[in-house]
């Protein structure tokens, strides 16, 4: 079995799989994964580590999934991953898609309570990534959200600090990466909207800073296997999602991409991934992999040729379909 690639995350250079674990599904609940026992959802983290994958990416919001991955850890016997959590916020559900107050958000003290919360429902001496799941640029660059992550890597509590942002609008970090006091930063990326490409992923390059790439297969609508007649359960935020407009026109912007196959990517899932991890100031790009099909269809897709440069280029520059949806995304009707 061919090792995975791997890239340096951070300034402490750690090597981690470009492939990471999203861990957001290992509890179903509402989101969009369904029921997921608890036996099968720690036998897919061993799964995807057995396969070389090394970055797992939770969050203390996340359910149970900070437990269950505690589980697999504690069964895995190989070289230990690289584990990134975040931080709970406390604020209002609007506050994903309309900037809230920080105290409301993150009171004093949050951090460092769901740090060692983290830590104890995982089993772990210490984070290798910690990051507030919610930030905005309104917040500033400075305060005590981020003494109090400063203090806790200084304290060998965690290994590195981060920030997630929250939808879209990727060049909200951008002040925050170029301040140089965070290690990495999360962020979404796809063949629909990769405006984090133009300013973002080259800033954190120029800094040092690692950049995890997320909703690189935009919801499951870069899988493929989204129709006109598929229909999504009660609580299930993809029954808005993709129908904000009209869904005719968003497949229509699919059906265009299968041009592409497969001459560049053999399948749509595997062209969405192979996109988002084009780019080497790209560190890794986390897919849900609950499902371990999932997992070995994204492994493939990384053993394909990587796209060509005039692929990419025509990807990045034509087929961008840039729309918000977090408020369908977040506001479930």
């Not at 890239?7 to 179903?28: D, I, Y």
């Not at 919001?61 to 690289?82: C, H, K, N, T, V």
């Not at 005039?310 to 729309?323: D, N, W």
Request: with cysteine.
């Amino acid at each position: 079995m061919n090792a995975l690639p791997s890239a340096p995350f951070g300034r402490r250079q750690h090597p981690v799989s470009r492939l990471g674990f999203g861990a957001m599904g290992l509890t179903g609940g509402a989101w969009p994964f369904g029921k997921v026992e608890d036996d099968a959802a720690v036998a897919s983290v061993l799964h995807a580590l057995e396969r070389g994958i090394s970055f797992i990416d939770t969050a203390r919001g996340y359910g149970r999934s900070e437990e269950l991955i505690g589980r697999a850890l504690r069964d895995w016997r190989g070289a230990s991953p690289f584990v990134a959590t975040k931080v709970a916020m406390l604020g209002p559900l609007s506050a994903w898609q309309i900037p809230c107050a920080l105290e409301e958000a993150y009171p004093r003290g949050q951090v460092t309570k769901s740090a060692f919360e983290s830590l104890e429902a995982l089993g772990l001496e210490q984070l290798d990534l910690l990051q507030l799941h919610l930030y905005w640029p309104n917040w500033g660059v400075d305060g005590y959200w981020l003494e109090e992550l400063v203090a806790l890597r200084d304290s060998g509590v965690v290994a590195q600090i981060g920030v997630s942002l929250p939808d879209q609008r990727g060049d909200v970090g951008l002040p925050l990466v170029q301040s140089g006091t965070i290690d990495a930063v999360q962020v979404v990326l796809n063949i629909f909207d990769p405006q984090a490409l133009d300013c973002l992923v080259p800033a954190c390059r120029d800094q040092g800073v690692a950049v995890i790439a997320r909703s690189v297969l935009d919801e499951g609508g870069l899988s493929g296997t989204l129709r006109a007649d598929t229909e999504f359960a009660p609580g299930d935020y993809r029954r808005d999602y993709f129908d904000v407009i009209p869904r005719a026109a968003y497949l229509e912007r699919i059906e265009r991409l299968r041009a592409f196959i497969p001459e560049h990517a053999q399948s749509l899932a595997a062209l969405a991934l192979k996109f988002a991890l084009f780019h080497a100031g790209v560190t890794t790009a986390i897919s849900s992999m609950h499902v371990q099909a999932h997992c070995d269809a994204n492994i493939a897709a990384l053993e394909e040729p990587p796209l060509s440069r005039e692929a990419f280029l025509e990807l990045r520059a034509f087929h961008r379909f840039v729309r918000n949806f977090y408020t369908a995304k977040v506001f479930v009707r």
